[in-house]
T-cell receptor, first 112, second 115 residues
Framework: GENVEQHPSTLSVQEGDSAVIKCTYS??????FPWYKQELGKRPQLIID?????GEKKDQRIAVTLNKTAKHFSLHITETQPEDSAVYFC???????????FGPGTSLSVIP | DAGVTQSPTHLIKTRGQQVTLRCSPK?????VSWYQQALGQGPQFIFQ???????QRGNFPDRFSGHQFPNYSSELNVNALLLGDSALYLC??????????????FGSGTQLSVL
């Protein structure tokens, strides 16, 4: 079955700097890759997602890139702000009928 | 438009007991997935329900069972509770379809503590 790995497990950046979180997946049939943000004590919330027919997607300060050949995908956050501090999860899924498999998470701290 | 709602928010049980957790999906959604999230870890897939049937299952023992009702709401049942079952149980809903089908929307979860 699908396995998703995520690095780093913790990340600290200065406010205004960029943050990059990297994930790898094992199943080449996976074609949908969402990213979730979970603040302490709250539910995971979808922040951006990408399908395998797209190499990059941006939404304001957030971007995701996908390398299907290497089975890598990454989250990029620019101009980080203290409110970006949270745990970020990458995930992968084969089809709309399949389960979404999550990575172990990255705890991001943005230092004012 | 109501989002995904779960009840109860917190629950304390003792080893060997049974528990039932409940989930109402986001309005218009027809698929419910259940996840277990241990402290400091990512959500682990338990199972998914669509059209009142279990469609996918993760690596969880048969002590974990579920049900989906005609109104798409769902229950998660755990029998013979173990200390290791202590976790946040998350329900997520989605809609089967060609465009928006992938997006999972999570509830706030039920925090289960087994003593």
């Amino acid at each position: 079955g699908e396995n998703v790995e995520q690095h780093p497990s913790t990340l600290s950046v200065q406010e205004g700097d960029s943050a990059v979180i990297k994930c790898t997946y094992s199943d080449s049939a996976s074609n949908y890759f969402p990213w979730y943000k979970q603040e302490l004590g709250k539910r995971p919330q979808l922040i951006i997602d990408i399908r395998s027919n797209v190499g990059e997607k941006k939404d304001q300060r957030i971007a995701v890139t996908l390398n299907k050949t290497a089975k890598h995908f990454s989250l990029h956050i620019t101009e980080t702000q203290p409110e970006d501090s949270a745990v970020y999860f990458c995930a992968a899924r084969q089809t709309s009928y399949d389960k979404v498999i999550f990575g172990p998470g990255t705890s991001l701290s943005v230092i004012p | 438009d109501a989002g995904v709602t779960q009840s109860p928010t917190h629950l304390i049980k003792t080893r060997g007991q049974q528990v039932t957790l409940r989930c109402s999906p986001k309005s218009g959604h027809d698929t419910v997935s259940w996840y277990q999230q241990a402290l400091g870890q990512g959500p682990q897939f338990i199972f998914q329900y669509y059209e009142e049937e279990e469609r996918q299952r993760g690596n969880f023992p048969d002590r974990f069972s579920g049900h989906q009702f005609p109104n798409y709401s769902s229950e998660l049942n755990v029998n013979a509770l173990l200390l290791g079952d202590s976790a946040l149980y998350l329900c997520a809903s989605s809609l089967v379809g060609w465009d928006t089908h992938e997006k999972l929307f999570f509830g706030s979860g039920t925090q289960l503590s087994v003593l």
